[in-house]
Every structure is written in C-alpha cells, then in structure tokens.
C-alpha cells in the first residue's frame, strides 16, 4: 500500500488493483494512471502490492475499509475469472464504506465471462457510477450489460517512443509480453521455424517475464526442439524505460495471442513504428486495421503469420505504409490526450459524494 502526492483541491483517489511493479518488470495501466494523477497534483492511494493473492485480496479490502477517510472516490480494475470474485469484494466494501467508485474493465476474456455469468457482471458494472473500458471490443460485447460505459484507452508517453520508418523491413522481429499461455509464446518460435527456410538470417527477440504457468519452459523446448538456438532469443523481462529500446532493435513485431483485448505492447510497437503481425482474437481487429496499420492472421496458424511476415519484408511499399499510419493510429494514446479524460471522469464521481 502507497499513499502519495500533496491534498491539493483535487479528490483523492485509491486505486485498486495488482500493484506488482515492483517485483515484476510489467507495470499495470493502473499503476501508469495512479503515477500520472500523483504527478499532476493528486492525491493517490494505492492496493495492493502483496504478492500471494489471498494476501492480496485482504489488504485490498482492508485498505479500502480502513482507509475510507482518505478518499472520496476508487478505481478499480476488473478482470474475469477467479479475480472477478476480487471486485465484488472490493465493490461490496466500498458501499458499505458509502465511497463512489469506478470500474475499469480489462481482459479479452470477459465478455465470454459475461456470457457465463450475465447476472453477476450486469450487477457488478450497474454498482458503479461509472464503468471505463479500454477498447471499442468490450463497449461493443458488453454494452448489453450497461450501455454507459465509458471509452477511456489505455495510455503511452508518446514521446518516449522514438518513431522510425521501416522503408524496408529487415528479418529482425521482436516478441514482448508476459510468458503466460494466453499469449502462445511457442506460436512465435514456430512462425520462425517457418521463415528460417525462406529467410535463413531471421531472428526473433522474445522480451517478457516467466508466469510460472509453464509457458516460458515450453517456448525453450520448442526451440531446442526446432533447432532455433541461433535464431530466437529469450531475453527475460525489462524494465519500462527500456522497451522502446528493445523495439527500437527490430522491424517487425509478432503479436501471438489466443485473447486478448487492446495490448499496450502492440501501442508501443506502433508508436515505435514496428510493423504488426497479430492473431486476429478479441479486441485486436478494433485496435489493428488489417493491411492498413498491420497485419492479421488466424489464432494459431503459424504458417499464415509466417506468410504475413515474408510480406512485409518483400514489400517495401507495404512496410512503410503499415509503419507510418500505425504509428498516425496510436497518437491518440498519448497521456496529454487520455488524462484529461481521467481526471474529468473522477471528478464528476467525486462531486456525487461532495
């Protein structure tokens, strides 16, 4: 738990959510937000940072109970699955704390959540004086369930992201994400078993943190199993400063999930100018436009992302299309443009209380 930033007139905000940053390289949208609004001035209150999640859950619930004097609004983070249980707890706390909160949503998987448990999602997002989304996929899959929410995109520092136009791609490719089987880290080693026929100097730069849910031990066996030692690298996690300087090393940026929603690693690769190559899945295809700021392919299908690859670098017109108006795309992502919209949000909840 963190307390930070001077009481200034401006609602104080507790943030709820995983808080993990500081034992893992990742950091959260909500973590980005809560840094963002302590460095404007505001009040920020943060749960939780414990690292096992009954632990977690405690202190979140605690802290919002404990502390309901040291702020008048919260977010928080909302994600399907066994952390959904996770907001209902908060959420519960919170009204009985009488403190207006708002729900941030996040995760490809939840309108199939919200399929399986209408009642309780439709009971969760109406609790809420304001529900934010990331994504025109969620507003668009969950709209059935509040037709209110609110689009708030997730935001980078555009600055930091050094913009390079691939005129010509080279077979210099870059994967960044967590280790987790959601994103189907092995998918990545076999599109560059496939290219190293047609491409024998291809190699791919995996960048992530390992889960622990097996994924990043079966990425190394298929590449030793491929005989990929030389043409993929795992570098491990790093820290955020310096992923534009990992995705600056490349031109061509594999995105492999099976879910997902809207990616700030595919943001930054497009500020970056990389050319995308994703699975079409979730809130991918409202984020990409195919063959205009990137490539689509199949979920899965190693030898349609192979293809879309050799494209790219084939095609030097296509490269620097896709590389230009992606990064036009993700302008308006930047924090000038997205905190402002943060900071009008909360205060209109703040207000309900005042």
Same mark, same amino acid.
């Given at each position: 738990m963190?307390?930070c930033?001077p009481?200034?007139?401006?609602?104080r905000?507790?943030?709820?959510g995983?808080?993990?940053?500081?034992?893992?390289?990742?950091?959260t949208?909500?973590?980005?937000?809560a840094? @963002? *609004?302590?460095?404007?001035?505001w %009040?920020t209150? #943060?749960? +939780?940072?414990?690292? /096992?999640r009954?632990?977690?859950?405690a202190?979140?619930v605690s802290?919002?109970?404990?502390?309901r004097?040291?702020?008048?609004?919260?977010?928080?983070?909302?994600y399907?699955?066994?952390a959904?249980?996770?907001a209902?707890?908060?959420?519960a706390t919170?009204r009985a704390?009488?403190?207006?909160?708002?729900?941030?949503?996040?995760?490809?998987?939840?309108?199939a959540?919200a399929?399986?448990w209408?009642?309780r999602?439709? @009971? *969760?997002?109406?609790?809420?004086? %304001?529900?934010? #989304?990331? +994504?025109?996929?969620? /507003?668009?899959?969950?709209r059935h369930?509040?037709?209110?929410?609110?689009?708030v995109?997730?935001?980078?520092?555009?600055?930091?992201?050094r913009?390079?136009e691939r005129?010509?791609?080279?077979?210099?490719?870059?994967?960044?994400r967590?280790?987790?089987?959601?994103?189907?880290?092995?998918?990545?080693v076999r599109t560059?078993?496939?290219?190293?026929?047609?491409?024998?100097?291809?190699h791919?730069?995996?960048?992530?943190?390992?889960?622990?849910?097996?994924?990043?031990?079966?990425?190394?066996?298929?590449?030793?199993?491929?005989?990929?030692?030389?043409?993929?690298?795992?570098?491990?996690?790093?820290?955020?400063?310096?992923v534009p300087?990992?995705?600056?090393e490349?031109?061509?940026?594999?995105?492999?999930?099976?879910i997902?929603?809207?990616?700030v690693?595919v943001?930054?690769?497009?500020?970056?100018?990389?050319?995308v190559?994703?699975?079409?899945?979730?809130?991918?295809?409202?984020?990409?436009?195919?063959?205009?700021?990137g490539?689509?392919?199949?979920?899965?299908d190693?030898?349609?992302?192979?293809?879309?690859v050799?494209?790219?670098?084939?095609?030097?017109?296509?490269?620097a299309a896709?590389?230009?108006?992606g990064?036009?795309?993700?302008?308006a992502?930047?924090?000038?443009?997205?905190?402002?919209?943060?900071e009008?949000?909360?205060g209109?909840?703040?207000?309900?209380?005042?």
């Open positions: 963190t307390f930033g009481a200034l007139m401006t609602p905000v507790l943030f709820v995983n808080f993990l940053s500081s034992s893992r390289a990742s950091l949208v909500g973590e980005a937000l840094a @963002r *609004l302590a460095s404007a001035g %009040t209150l #943060t749960t +939780s940072g414990k690292r /096992r009954v632990a977690r859950l202190d979140m802290t919002v109970w404990r502390r004097a040291d702020y008048d609004v919260a977010v928080v983070d909302v399907s699955g066994a959904f249980v996770w209902e707890a908060v959420t919170l704390a009488r403190r207006p909160y708002v729900l941030t949503l996040h995760g490809g998987n939840l309108p959540f399929s399986r209408p009642r999602v439709r @009971r *969760l997002l109406g609790g809420a004086h %304001t529900v934010t #989304t990331p +994504s025109m996929y969620l /507003r668009d899959r969950l369930l509040r037709d209110d929410l609110a689009l995109p997730n935001a980078i520092e555009l600055d930091a992201y913009f390079r005129t010509r791609a080279a077979p210099r490719l870059v994967w960044l967590a280790f987790h089987r959601v994103y189907n880290p092995t998918l990545a560059i078993a496939r290219l190293t026929q047609a491409i024998p100097d291809v791919l730069t995996m960048v992530g943190s390992d889960t622990g849910d097996g994924a990043h031990a079966a990425t190394r066996a298929a590449i030793a199993e491929a005989g990929l030692n030389g043409h993929v690298e795992l570098r491990g996690g790093v820290p955020k400063a310096d300087i990992v995705l600056g490349a031109d061509v940026f594999l995105n492999t999930s099976t997902d929603n809207t990616p690693s943001i930054e690769a497009m500020a970056c100018g990389l050319c190559v994703s699975t079409s899945v979730g809130g991918i295809p409202f984020l990409v436009d195919d063959t205009r700021d490539l689509l392919v199949p979920s899965g190693a030898d349609a992302m192979a293809a879309a050799q494209r790219i670098i084939a095609d030097p017109e296509l490269a896709l590389s230009r108006r990064r036009a795309k993700v302008e992502f930047d924090w000038s443009a997205v905190l402002p919209r943060w009008s949000i909360l209109s909840v703040a207000a309900v209380r005042a």
